[in-house]
């Protein structure tokens, strides 16, 4: 007998049904684990390790780490097996994940709202200087980290930095990740609401429990009440974003599912107002989304952006009212465009109270142990307790007198870090890169802050806002896809056919009012070495060719 025709409708149904009967999504039954990393989070709880740590490897010694903890659970306390030196690019792909390993650390300190105390960071200088060989670097999520970290110091540094607030917890690992904030919340003159509650809420009720300590894979959040939309809310996770409601006045509008990596997608309004003192509900609802819908089986497709791609905005919002908030959410407006291009707070600005808050550049995020202390004292000695990081991997410090600001200015400049930088300077960031990464192709922090110079030597007299951004290999850490120019670390081939350290280019990527990815320009792959003229050629051409007003983008 022949079979009965069916439908495309019945096919199209029949096919999305079979792609996602074995993505491993807990909320319809699949809770055998379907990869490694399923595995061990199941066999125990990320959270966990730190126990053996402190009293087990501390005190073993690095070989008596069992793997499923050195290159799976220590995440969960911030801790990554750095690159061994001297392997170069082109074995990255080759090795196994225990040939790169080096037998010491990097270790992330989690700064949510990228809040930080005079006292919080003397600790973090200190603990580098002591440490950490001296190395400190400023993230692009408002983080710092250090390398060099032995397993041996561990329990020491937690007690140096929990002493004063400070915290490693959940800084990597497959959970809710640092809490991005606006760093001028509170302060601004400008603001239209101010996060920094809802910040501290979802810290204090869900950051190390146990009830979101196994995600399918990292979740990021953003919360900003800021009018510059300060936070890159477009490739969060999950994000807040501060609006004025006509009838019901300031709060945040919900974005959902953005995330760069190798799959870039940016997040989804629900079209839903969200009151400050609802945010932390409603962050546990779309978390708890995550952990129950979310893909498991691939961790390619284990990002929320993947279960956002299928469901959409509606579906997502319904699941959330529907099953995890057991209730409506209100209609909300749209955020008005960002007040400014550069969202970085850089400069001298007078605060909501009279004082002055003063963004500064350090290159690429490259900072020391002792250059932090010095800030510390730099801020402390001008009358400021409060310093903030930025997600540009730049710094703030806060409620500087009137009457202090020239000083405090000129000392930031006495340690090269400039408080009216070139754009080059301002809008230039690196991930880790080759040095300490052990997916990295190519180097990445000196080669940013070298074309710093080459183009501040070459190009003095341009001012346009412009962002470079480096990474050493194909993932997203310095956010290539929404850059300017994006420049992504690939091997190539030199003129001379010998393969080289370069960097595919990606153009014209942004966020802010037109969000887009850059083009990869097909083709478009320049030698480290030709970088600061292939940058320069660019830039000359953009001046010559823009009309009034035209943004880089466009
Ligand atoms: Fe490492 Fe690649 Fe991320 Fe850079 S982009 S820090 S090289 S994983």
Same mark, same amino acid.
């Given at each position: 007998?022949?079979?009965?025709?069916?439908?495309?409708?019945?096919?199209?149904?029949?096919?999305?049904?079979?792609?996602?009967?074995?993505?491993?999504?807990?909320?319809?039954?699949?809770?055998?684990?379907?990869?490694?990393?399923?595995?061990?989070?199941?066999?125990?709880?990320?959270?966990?390790?730190?126990?053996?740590?402190?009293?087990?490897?501390?005190?073993?010694?690095?070989?008596?780490?069992?793997?499923?903890?050195?290159?799976?659970?220590?995440?969960?306390?911030?801790?990554?097996?750095?690159?061994?030196?001297?392997?170069?690019?082109?074995?990255?792909?080759?090795?196994?994940?225990?040939?790169?390993?080096?037998?010491?650390?990097?270790?992330?300190?989690?700064?949510?709202?990228?809040?930080?105390?005079?006292?919080?960071?003397?600790?973090?200088?200190?603990?580098?200087?002591?440490?950490?060989?001296?190395?400190?670097?400023?993230?692009?999520?408002?983080?710092?980290?250090?390398?060099?970290?032995?397993?041996?110091?561990?329990?020491?540094?937690?007690?140096?930095?929990?002493?004063?607030?400070?915290?490693?917890?959940?800084?990597?690992?497959?959970?809710?990740?640092?809490?991005?904030?606006?760093?001028?919340?509170?302060?601004?003159?400008?603001?239209?609401?101010?996060?920094?509650?809802?910040?501290?809420?979802?810290?204090?009720?869900?950051?190390?429990?146990?009830?979101?300590?196994?995600?399918?894979?990292?979740?990021?959040?953003?919360?900003?009440?800021?009018?510059?939309?300060?936070?890159?809310?477009?490739?969060?996770?999950?994000?807040?974003?501060?609006?004025?409601?006509?009838?019901?006045?300031?709060?945040?509008?919900?974005?959902?599912?953005?995330?760069?990596?190798?799959?870039?997608?940016?997040?989804?309004?629900?079209?839903?107002?969200?009151?400050?003192?609802?945010?932390?509900?409603?962050?546990?609802?779309?978390?708890?989304?995550?952990?129950?819908?979310?893909?498991?089986?691939?961790?390619?497709?284990?990002?929320?952006?993947?279960?956002?791609?299928?469901?959409?905005?509606?579906?997502?919002?319904?699941?959330?009212?529907?099953?995890?908030?057991?209730?409506?959410?209100?209609?909300?407006?749209?955020?008005?465009?960002?007040?400014?291009?550069?969202?970085?707070?850089?400069?001298?600005?007078?605060?909501?109270?009279?004082?002055?808050?003063?963004?500064?550049?350090?290159?690429?995020?490259?900072?020391?142990?002792?250059?932090?202390?010095?800030?510390?004292? *730099?801020? &402390?000695?001008?009358?400021? =307790?409060?310093?903030?990081?930025? /997600? @540009?991997?730049?710094?703030?410090? !806060?409620?500087? %007198?009137?009457?202090?600001?020239?000083?405090?200015?000129?000392?930031?400049?006495?340690?090269?870090?400039?408080?009216?930088?070139?754009?080059?300077?301002?809008?230039?960031?690196?991930?880790?890169?080759?040095?300490?990464?052990?997916?990295?192709?190519?180097?990445?922090?000196?080669?940013?802050?070298?074309?710093?110079?080459?183009?501040?030597?070459?190009?003095?007299?341009?001012?346009?806002?412009?962002?470079?951004?480096?990474?050493?290999?194909?993932?997203?850490?310095?956010?290539?896809?929404?850059?300017?120019?994006? *420049?992504? &670390?690939?091997?190539?081939? =030199?003129?001379?056919?010998?393969? /080289? @350290?370069?960097?595919?280019?990606? !153009?014209?990527? %942004?966020?802010?009012?037109?969000?887009?990815?850059?083009?990869?320009?097909?083709?478009?792959?320049?030698?480290?070495?030709?970088?600061?003229?292939?940058?320069?050629?660019?830039?000359?051409?953009?001046?010559?060719?823009?009309?009034?007003?035209?943004?880089?983008?466009?």
């Amino acid at each position: 007998m022949a079979a009965t025709p069916e439908s495309p409708a019945a096919a199209t149904t029949r096919r999305k049904a079979g792609r996602h009967r074995g993505e491993g999504q807990w909320a319809v039954g699949h809770h055998t684990p379907l990869n490694g990393n399923e595995q061990f989070k199941k066999d125990d709880d990320g959270l966990n390790v730190r126990t053996r740590i402190e009293t087990i490897y501390a005190k073993s010694g690095f070989d008596s780490i069992d793997p499923n903890d050195l290159r799976g659970r220590m995440r969960w306390w911030g801790l990554y097996t750095q690159r061994k030196p001297g392997i170069d690019g082109g074995k990255t792909a080759i090795l196994e994940p225990e040939e790169l390993d080096d037998k010491y650390f990097m270790l992330r300190v989690r700064i949510d709202g990228g809040r930080l105390s005079v006292a919080q960071l003397r600790a973090i200088g200190e603990v580098s200087e002591q440490y950490a060989r001296g190395t400190a670097d400023i993230t692009d999520r408002q983080n710092i980290q250090l390398h060099w970290i032995r397993i041996e110091d561990v329990p020491a540094i937690w007690e140096k930095l929990e002493a004063v607030g400070l915290s490693t917890t959940e800084a990597c690992g497959d959970c809710p990740r640092v809490i991005i904030g606006s760093p001028v919340a509170g302060i601004a003159s400008d603001e239209i609401i101010d996060g920094t509650p809802a910040v501290d809420e979802i810290h204090e009720r869900y950051i190390g429990s146990k009830e979101f300590s196994n995600l399918p894979r990292k979740f990021k959040t953003a919360i900003s009440g800021s009018p510059v939309q300060d936070v890159v809310h477009e490739i969060n996770d999950v994000a807040f974003v501060g609006v004025v409601h006509p009838e019901h006045g300031p709060g945040f509008d919900l974005w959902v599912g953005g995330g760069l990596s190798t799959n870039p997608k940016l997040a989804q309004r629900l079209g839903t107002w969200v009151p400050l003192d609802e945010v932390a509900d409603v962050w546990a609802g779309v978390v708890g989304i995550f952990r129950d819908y979310g893909y498991r089986r691939l961790r390619t497709r284990a990002r929320l952006k993947f279960l956002m791609a299928d469901w959409g905005p509606e579906k997502f919002r319904q699941v959330l009212e529907d099953e995890y908030l057991e209730r409506k959410l209100v209609d909300g407006p749209a955020p008005e465009e960002p007040v400014s291009r550069w969202r970085d707070h850089i400069g001298v600005h007078r605060q909501q109270d009279g004082r002055f808050y003063v963004g500064f550049a350090p290159r690429v995020g490259r900072v020391d142990g002792t250059t932090l202390t010095k800030i510390a004292e *730099l801020a &402390g000695a001008h009358g400021s =307790d409060r310093l903030r990081t930025t /997600v @540009e991997q730049k710094m703030i410090v !806060l409620d500087v %007198a009137e009457d202090q600001v020239d000083s405090l200015v000129a000392g930031l400049e006495a340690l090269d870090f400039q408080v009216t930088p070139s754009p080059f300077r301002r809008g230039t960031m690196a991930c880790t890169g080759i040095e300490f990464c052990k997916l990295a192709i190519v180097e990445t922090k000196g080669r940013g802050s070298w074309l710093i110079d080459e183009l501040e030597r070459r190009m003095p007299d341009f001012q346009e806002p412009v962002t470079i951004n480096l990474n050493g290999c194909p993932n997203a850490c310095a956010r290539i896809q929404v850059a300017d120019i994006g *420049l992504k &670390g690939q091997l190539v081939l =030199d003129g001379e056919g010998n393969q /080289v @350290e370069g960097y595919q280019v990606h !153009l014209g990527g %942004a966020l802010g009012l037109e969000p887009g990815f850059g083009r990869k320009v097909r083709g478009l792959k320049v030698t480290a070495d030709e970088l600061p003229d292939y940058v320069e050629r660019v830039l000359r051409n953009f001046d010559a060719q823009r009309t009034d007003g035209e943004r880089f983008a466009q």
